[in-house]
Nanobody
């Protein structure tokens, strides 16, 4: 049973920073895709940043502001979000795709609200 548990969301002022964390209940392999998506009210879920086999993809809207990192030994993935904007407000979801089965897993989500 794979579980992903996010933490670190909250309310932050524009220009502020947050660090999101995701803990996986299983061993993570470096070739497996793990990362973050987000969903704002009334919008579709979108990719924020994913990491796989040493490669990283960022959404254009967060490039230069967000940084994804992972610690496979600790079964963790992180998202450092800097220079936050109101349009970054969304529920952020941790994501894992297992390499052997291609099964996808999602966390329960953590709310990030950027507002003054």
């Amino acid at each position: 049973q794979v579980q992903l548990v996010e933490s670190g969301g909250g309310l932050v002022q524009p220009g502020g920073s947050l660090r999101l964390s995701c803990a996986a209940s299983v061993t993570i392999f470096s070739l497996e895709t793990m990362g973050w998506y987000r969903q704002a009210p009334g919008k579709q879920r979108e990719l924020v940043a994913v990491s796989s086999g040493g490669g990283i993809n960022y959404a254009d809207s967060v490039k230069g502001r967000f940084t994804i990192s992972r610690d496979n030994a600790k079964q963790m993935v992180y998202l450092q979000a800097n220079s936050l904007k109101p349009e970054d407000t969304a529920v952020y979801y941790c994501y894992l795709r297992r390499i052997l089965t291609s099964v996808e897993y999602w966390g329960q989500g953590t709310q990030v609200t950027v507002s003054s």
